[in-house]
Nanobody, 127 residues
């Protein structure tokens, strides 16, 4: 059974940083991609980064590029999301999600493409 557990969320002032962690278990880490999504109230989760642990290749959309960085520690089966220069509009619930590897999913995948999800962690950025 795929298990994903997020941690690292919390309250931070604008301009600050947080590092989210997604600890994975129950599957072969290198055979999957792991993505971070965030969800605003009343909206669908939207992808904000994705990584393939097999080769470390990552994808970060323009909306957060330059501020957010995704990385993985394969020895710990953990994916990280380093978030810098946080803004109040980054306030959301952040989820990690996993899906067996394919060539397109990191760059083009949406919420419906990922079958396994963590419980989410709240990030609140105060102005």
């Amino acid at each position: 059974e795929v298990q994903l557990v997020e941690s690292g969320g919390g309250l931070v002032e604008a301009g600050g940083s947080l590092r989210l962690s997604c600890a994975a278990a129950g599957f072969t880490f290198e055979d999957y991609v792991v993505a971070w999504f965030r969800q605003y109230p009343g909206e669908e989760p939207k992808g904000i980064s994705c990584i393939s642990p097999r080769d470390g290749s990552g994808f970060v959309p323009d909306s957060v590029k330059g501020r957010f960085t995704i990385s993985s520690d394969n020895a710990k089966n953990t994916v990280y999301l380093q978030m810098n220069s946080l803004k109040p509009e980054d306030t959301a619930v952040y989820y990690c999600a996993a899906e067996p590897y394919n060539d397109y999913i990191c760059a083009e995948g949406t919420r419906s493409d990922f079958g396994s999800w963590g419980q989410g962690t709240q990030v609140t950025v105060s102005s």
